[in-house]
């Protein structure tokens, strides 16, 4: 069955950096493209990023743009999202998500459990 | 920036209707920004229901609906059961310029 496990969250001190991971199995990895959507405790969800299924086209939200980047390894059928420059309000549940096969603009299809990441000192 | 509008909560008796609405602060919402809707119970993760404005997602029961409605997106579910009581997002897509996705705030259902 098509499923997606988040990890790498924790915690870490504002500033610092974290890399969370995706891991995709159940369906043609490469075939999709793959979403980041973020949730503050008692928030929300947020959208934070997208990644085109060949990896060539990456997109963020302004909240995170230029400290975060997504990628992917479609030979490991894993999705990333490295976080620098954290702060504390990136403290959040972070979900991967795929993408509608070839409509992207159709948002989320598959979620994952999620992976919580808390910044504090 | 944009805003993406929802109530932030509604009430439905057993076995009756309910349309939630997805709006816009500035502008009306259309099959143009392929609303989805994703329902998320407390500590689980969101759960895919509507996409393309009014597509079931595999598995989604028809007692929930999409629809434009005026110049709102709208879910609506036909029969609300105990079950259905739980947090419902939309989200947009802004294809124009540099493709994002906003979610609304999110409306919570209570069921009594």
């Known amino acids: 069955q098509v499923q997606l496990v988040e990890s790498g969250g924790g915690v870490v001190q504002p500033g610092r950096s974290l890399r969370v991971s995706c891991a995709a199995s159940g369906f043609t990895f490469s075939s999709y493209g793959m979403h980041w959507v973020r949730q503050a405790p008692g928030e929300g969800l947020e959208w934070v990023a997208i990644i085109w299924n060949d990896g060539n086209y990456k997109y963020y939200a302004d909240s995170v743009k230029g400290r975060f980047t997504i990628s992917r390894d479609n030979s490991k059928n894993t999705l990333y999202l490295q976080m620098n420059s954290l702060r504390v309000e990136d403290t959040a549940v972070f979900y991967c998500a795929r993408g509608h096969y070839g409509a992207l603009g159709y948002g989320m299809d598959v979620w994952g459990q999620g992976t919580t990441v808390t910044v504090s000192s | 920036q944009t805003v993406v509008t929802q109530e932030p909560s509604f009430s439905v008796s057993p076995g009756g209707t309910v349309t939630l609405t997805c709006g816009l602060r500035s502008g009306s919402v259309s099959t143009s920004y392929y609303p989805s809707w994703y329902q998320q119970t407390p500590g689980q993760a969101p759960r895919t229901l509507i996409y393309?404005?009014?597509t079931r997602s595999s598995g989604v029961p028809d007692r929930f609906s999409g629809s434009i409605v005026g110049n709102k997106a709208a879910l609506t579910i036909t029969g609300a059961q105990a079950e259905d009581e739980s947090n419902y997002y939309c989200?947009?897509?802004?294809?124009?310029?540099?493709?994002?996705?906003?979610f609304g705030g999110g409306t919570k259902l209570t069921v009594l």
């Open positions: 989200v947009l897509y802004m294809g124009s310029g540099i493709p994002n996705w906003v």
């Open positions: 393309n404005t009014n």
